[in-house]
């Protein structure tokens, strides 16, 4: 037990000297994890680096059902129109429901605006975790429900602050 544990201080000493990790961390649905918690997440990701001006991937294209956090850079999501609804940034998350959602396409076009750092989860590694360890799973499912409630809050409050400006406009 004791070499446990001072592996598990080795690990956790060596990832928050990295700042990537300290950026998942400082995630709001990080907030209410234990260290340890927040470890075996983080580890459940690949962290990748995207050049600027690499393509996502394009509205209508098939998943490859990968979960993708942002903890460096911006990506541009456009219409398939090709206007530009938004840009993400760090914090944010794409490909959500293409990964919870097996037969789901994409509904944008996603661009590295600038280099980009990523979190990704593909849905093929996710199960196998999910088989191999319940608990762990379970951990992960916990943390996707959190992600899909603060996109929810955005858009709601996103909605009240344009239903205000329009109402405003009309006295």
Known sequence: MHMTNNLLSAYEATLESSPTYMRFR????????????????????????????????EAGGVSDHTVRLIMDGRVSVAAPTDDLYIE??????????????????????????????LLTLNREYFNVITLEDPAMGNLLLRFMFRLLSQMSLKLDTEYAAMHRYVTARRM
């Open 26 to 57: 400082g995630m709001p649905a990080c907030a209410t994890l234990g260290a340890n918690e927040s470890m075996m997440l983080y580890s459940c990701f690949s962290a990748i680096d995207v050049a600027a001006g690499e393509l996502f991937y």
């Open 88 to 117: 993400l940034q760090a914090g944010d998350t794409f490909g959500l429901f293409s990964f919870l959602d097996e037969e789901r396409v994409h509904s944008a076009t996603l661009r590295a605006v600038s280099d980009v750092t």
